[in-house]
């Protein structure tokens, strides 16, 4: 199993990123697939989340209007479209995949993930 994350960069603030997540090994189709961050001293924070369809989607209140998730099944690649960056959105950016019948999206931060990326870092300079 595997998920490797792509895309993160210094960027000034205001400015766009392109993150990606390609996954193998598991029923990536199947999956939710959900981007979470860390700053450096502060606790693990829950970004957004897909739906294996792309039908349905869910995002924090700190990124809502700025950041979009989308996936291609057909590449088994998820993104996360970062815009109008601030230096509060600096941290490791992870993706992670989970598969259940009794997900609820909307609270997609509060559940264990079953598989996870290594992270790439997105740094925001003022």
């Known amino acids: 199993v595997r998920l490797v994350e792509s895309g993160g960069a210094p960027v000034q603030t205001g400015g766009s990123l392109r993150l990606s997540c390609v996954a193998s090994g598991f029923g990536f189709t199947e999956s939710f697939i959900g981007w979470f961050r860390q700053a450096p001293g502060k606790e693990r924070e829950g970004v957004s989340c897909i739906d294996s369809s792309a039908t349905r989607t869910a995002y924090a209140d700190s990124v809502k209007g700025r950041f979009t998730v989308s996936r291609d099944n057909a590449k088994n690649t998820v993104y996360l479209q970062l815009s109008d960056l601030r230096p509060e959105d600096t941290a490791v950016y992870s993706c992670?995949?989970?598969?259940?019948?009794?997900?609820?999206?909307?609270?997609?931060?509060?559940?264990?993930?079953?598989?996870w990326g290594q992270g790439t870092q997105v740094t925001v300079s003022s």
């Open positions: 992670a995949a989970i598969k259940s019948a009794w997900f609820q999206i909307e609270d997609f931060s509060s559940y264990m993930f079953d598989y």
